[in-house]
């Protein structure tokens, strides 16, 4: 049975960190840095190199990206033998917080230090979500699970979006807009650090690791050696967790290639004014929520598997309709209410079904993995979407490609035996499989 305390408390470190990706991540940060830039003679100097000021944020993502995959493991492993699992999660978030914070004075010729800074903020946003993520079996019981996983991501969109709200009304009322932007990049940061005080620091209970570390050894020198012996364990042992995550890690990048793209391509082949993409975001914020919920309420009938390939069903209804259909702002209304729905499922049963998948007392290691998958080869889906509207000219035909992503990983998620993966890692059936 789940301590609902503790459930509230963990659901709420969602609410907390989805500021950042909402207000900084995905709205304003972006396009203030490229404005900068654009001020500056529309290139940003660094370490010798002349990046072009559109190129600079992404390049950042990027970077921080490469670190979460090099870090992220080891993070997870050190996690998993010491009694810092909580301690952990608390000290990124605070990191992340206070990067964030300081984006407020980030203008004129600071680019770069705002860059820097992203970077450091993103990277702790990702550290802190491995030991989030490996809380989940701690708190919440099998036949539990789903319906955890989806309380956290729903928390998380409506936090996000009422945050979002709140940086679009302060927008549109300033005369100054930097001045407004940098005030909503670090009202992300005060949100994620208030809420995270009040709430995943009060009520998470960090339990006692099930593993010592070896005589002679350091966490650093151990979880080195820990994560190869992982990496051979997973292909080795648990073969449909493997195949879980392969699958995982297709599906997802053609969820986030659709959130990177989905913008650019109503502005560009619909004329929808940058206005309505916002308040369309927003109303994905709140929507996805709901959605979580709802996937949440058809797992437990059917089961996490089938609701999430349902859910991959639809997204390449989706794909094909955007394609063959989507040609005006109605229709872009009606079609992000319904990938907002599919979007805060998929999310929440993965997530739940894989933390089922995973062998006790080792969760914020194989989380590590989780999280990789989810962010380490997010490349991938936009780079065969850029490299289809090079070749064709049109975005229209492009978004075709991004069936695939959805198709392989639907076929995969069939051919993953969940019941053997469960008891191959030795863990209890939940109710409904």
Not at 199 to 219: C, D, I, K, N, T
Not at 348 to 371: D, H, V
Request: hydrophobic share 55%; glycine share 8%.
């Amino acid at each position: 049975m789940s301590n609902n305390r503790e459930v509230f408390g963990w659901a709420m470190y969602d609410w907390a960190n989805s500021a950042f990706s909402a207000t900084v991540a995905t709205t304003f940060l972006g396009p203030y840095l490229a404005g900068l830039a654009a001020a500056q003679g529309g290139r940003v100097s660094f370490l010798g190199l002349q990046i072009e000021g559109a190129a600079f944020f992404p390049f950042c993502v990027s970077v921080s990206v490469i670190l979460q995959v090099l870090f992220l493991p080891i993070l997870g492993s050190i996690a998993d033998y010491s009694r810092l699992k909580k301690l952990m999660m608390l000290l990124f978030a605070y990191i992340g917080a206070t990067s964030t914070i300081l984006l407020f004075f980030v203008q004129g010729k600071l680019i770069v230090p705002g860059g820097l800074l992203f970077i450091i903020a993103n990277l702790a946003f990702g550290a802190a979500i491995v030991f989030y993520n490996a809380f989940l079996p701690d708190i919440a019981a099998p036949d539990d699970r789903d319906s955890v996983s989806s309380k956290g991501f729903a928390f998380g969109y409506v936090g996000g979006g009422l945050l979002l709200a709140l940086n679009l009304v302060l927008f549109s009322l300033m005369t100054d807009s930097g001045l407004a932007v940098r005030i909503s990049l670090a009202s992300a940061g005060v949100w994620w650090l208030v809420f995270t005080i009040l709430f995943p620091q009060q009520r998470l209970v960090q339990r006692a690791p099930a593993r010592q570390l070896p005589a002679g050894e350091s966490y650093l020198s151990h979880s080195l050696k820990q994560l190869k012996s992982t990496i051979l364990e997973i292909r080795q042992r648990y073969p449909h967790t493997l195949r879980f995550l392969i699958a995982y890690l297709i599906y997802n990048d053609g969820i986030q290639t659709v959130i990177v793209v989905a913008t650019l391509f109503a502005s560009d082949e619909l004329g929808i004014q940058t206005s309505t993409l916002v308040q369309v975001v927003l109303m994905i914020q709140f929507v996805a929520s709901v959605g979580a919920y709802l996937f949440n309420l058809l797992a437990g009938r059917i089961g996490a598997k089938w609701s999430i390939m349902l859910n991959l069903l639809v997204w390449v209804v989706l794909l094909i309709y955007t394609y063959a259909f989507l040609t005006s702002v109605l229709q872009f209304w009606a079609l992000g209410a319904v990938l907002a729905l599919v979007l805060g499922g998929s999310q929440a049963l993965s997530r739940s079904l894989f933390s089922q998948m995973i062998p006790a007392n080792r969760e914020s290691e194989y989380f590590s993995f989780y999280e990789i998958s989810e962010r380490g080869t997010s490349w991938i889906g936009p780079l065969v979407f850029g490299l289809a509207v090079q070749l064709t000219g049109t975005q229209r035909v492009a978004i075709l490609t991004l069936i695939a992503f959805f198709a392989v990983g639907l076929v995969l998620l069939y051919f993953t035996d969940v019941r053997r993966a469960i008891l191959e890692s030795g863990n209890q059936l939940p109710r409904v499989i």
